[in-house]
């Protein structure tokens, strides 16, 4: 299986409406799409992003967001797709190689 079917991209708007969520079976990973978004809105929803990727760090998957900026040190924030499931990719390996 690869990472595509196992990632869902959720894209949060403006709006704070969550658009082209697809849901899947199997899946473990998570992206994030904030293109556009401004700053002030990513700093409201932050803790949110917190918490979901705590859970689903314990679930052994991977939450990362698309964003033009940084909002936090702790999360997993990337400037394009391409480089999210590619750091999906790389946990996915480093999990295998720990088990």
Sequence with gaps: MNIQDKTIVFKIDSDNNFTELNTKKNVTNFIA???????????????????????ISKM???????????????LNI????????DFIEMEEIERELKL
């Design 60 to 74: 052994n998957g991977s939450f990362v967001i698309v964003c033009d900026f940084s909002f936090d040190d702790n």
């Design 78 to 85: 990337v400037p394009t797709l391409q480089e999210a499931y």
């Design 33 to 55: 799409d904030l293109s556009g978004i401004s700053v002030q809105l990513a700093e409201r929803i932050k803790n949110k992003f917190i918490t979901f990727d705590k859970n």
